[in-house]
């Protein structure tokens, strides 16, 4: 058994709340220089920088895992993980079906960039991408498992965007057996208030600038049968452990 590092919700650059300096070999690299074996690319309502990602990750020796953040029609942000980039990717093409198309205002918003492996810049999403789709909370799940992926709330111990302040209280309607914390602190208080008992708490940076992702934390952790190694062999134990 190997432990693993882990950050699953990262934006790059193409979030247009993202820093310049969030491109895909910046956050790869930093993952490695951090301790951070196992990142996940999760760019609000888009998978489209996680080709770039999946190359820069393979270079710094860090498992890459294809994401997004998704906002549904609540305003509720959503971490979605998917098992393969060809599953990421062909979420994100039914997410574009759901978008509310507004123009992204640059001057406002920030840029929303899409680059290549070597972090050149290959295109800009001209639509904003951080405001809400028409996917319902309770919708959300049973679409990222027909794509093999995972989905839960993200930062529910937030105001901005999170389900129990938006929805006063955890939606366990929805049937989410994780939900993501970002202070750890508020981990007992959350669990006792709102009823989280037994639920799978994940802690991640939901980082838009470097200096905002993890180190490795001894609280930060999963250990995954990685033998004989590969990268999808980590993503598939990996997969197989959340869903347990």
């Known amino acids: ?15 247009p709340c993202g ?12 993952a490695s220089l951090n301790g951070v074996g196992i990142m996940a690319l999760t760019d609000h309502n888009t998978s489209r920088n996680c080709p770039a990602f999946f190359a820069a990750a393979r270079r710094y020796g860090v498992v890459p895992i294809a994401g997004m953040e998704l906002t549904t029609s609540e305003d509720i942000h959503a971490v979605c993980l998917f098992e393969t980039l060809e599953d990421a990717l062909a ?4 997410v574009d079906t759901r978008r509310i198309r507004v123009k992204n205002r640059e001057e406002i918003f920030g840029e929303q960039l899409i680059l290549d492996d070597e972090d050149n810049v290959i295109g800009r999403e001209e ?19 027909k794509y093999g992926g995972i989905c839960y709330p993200a930062h529910i111990d937030r ?5 129990i302040e938006i929805l006063g209280d955890f ?13 750890r602190e508020k981990k007992d208080e959350y669990v006792q208030k709102y009823g989280l008992q037994g639920m799978r708490l994940l802690f991640s940076s939901d980082a838009h600038y470097l200096h905002q992702l993890r180190d490795g934390d001894e609280n930060d952790w999963i250990e995954i049968d990685d033998e004989p190694y590969s990268s999808a062999l980590v993503r598939k134990r990996l997969f197989e452990d959340l869903r347990s």
């Open 171 to 183: 939606p366990h309607y929805a049937g989410f057996r994780i939900a993501e914390l970002h202070d």
């Open 127 to 145: 639509d904003l991408l951080i405001n809400a789709t028409t996917i319902s909370l309770d919708e959300a799940p049973q679409i990222v498992a």
């Open 159 to 163: 105001p901005s965007n999170g389900a």
């Open 91 to 94: 979420f994100n093409d039914e």
């Open 1 to 15: 058994m190997t432990r693993y590092y882990y950050d699953f919700h990262v934006h790059s650059c193409l979030s």
């Open 19 to 30: 820093d310049a300096d969030n491109t895909p070999n910046n956050l790869a690299g930093m």
